[in-house]
C-alpha cells in the first residue's frame, strides 16, 4: 500500500508521522517552491526535506511547480516527482473515469 504524506512542511505534517506511520512518499508543501529561487530559506527546508527523504527511504514530491526554473532547481537536487500547472491543469474526476487518459 502506498501512503503519502501530503503538504508536508505545514499545518499538522510534523517529523513525528514519518516515525510513526508506514509513509512511502514525501509531497513537499508547494508554499516552499514559490520563492525557493530566491530565498535561501526556502531552499535549505526544500534540500534538507529531499535529503531526509531520501534517507528515510521514501520518495519525494515537490507541488506547486510553475516555473521551468523551479523544475530544473528540483531536478538538480535529486526530487523524484513533480505536480503544477508547469506540467499539467487538474483534471475533473469525470476526466479518469471516462477513460481520457
Given at each position: 500500500?502506498?501512503?503519502?504524506?501530503?503538504?508536508?512542511?505545514?499545518?499538522?505534517?510534523?517529523?513525528?508521522?514519518?516515525?510513526?506511520?508506514?509513509?512511502?512518499?514525501?509531497?513537499?508543501?508547494?508554499?516552499?517552491?514559490?520563492?525557493?529561487?530566491?530565498?535561501?530559506?526556502?531552499?535549505?527546508?526544500?534540500?534538507?526535506?529531499?535529503?531526509?527523504?531520501?534517507?528515510?527511504?521514501?520518495?519525494?514530491?515537490?507541488?506547486?511547480?510553475?516555473?521551468?526554473?523551479?523544475?530544473?532547481?528540483?531536478?538538480?537536487?535529486?526530487?523524484?516527482?513533480?505536480?503544477?500547472?508547469?506540467?499539467?491543469?487538474?483534471?475533473?474526476?469525470?476526466?479518469?473515469q471516462k477513460g481520457e487518459i
Amino acid at each position: 500500500m502506498e501512503v503519502e504524506l501530503d503538504d508536508f512542511g505545514t499545518g499538522f505534517s510534523s517529523l513525528k508521522y514519518l516515525k510513526g506511520f508506514p509513509i512511502n512518499c514525501i509531497k513537499i508543501d508547494q508554499s516552499f517552491v514559490k520563492d525557493a529561487l530566491i530565498s535561501e530559506t526556502s531552499k535549505a527546508i526544500i534540500n534538507g526535506t529531499i535529503h531526509l527523504a531520501h534517507e528515510l527511504g521514501f520518495t519525494i514530491f515537490e507541488e506547486g511547480i510553475e516555473e521551468k526554473a523551479q523544475l530544473n532547481y528540483l531536478i538538480d537536487e535529486g526530487c523524484d516527482g513533480f505536480q503544477g500547472y508547469l506540467l499539467g491543469k487538474p483534471q475533473p474526476l469525470s476526466y479518469y473515469q471516462k477513460g481520457e487518459i
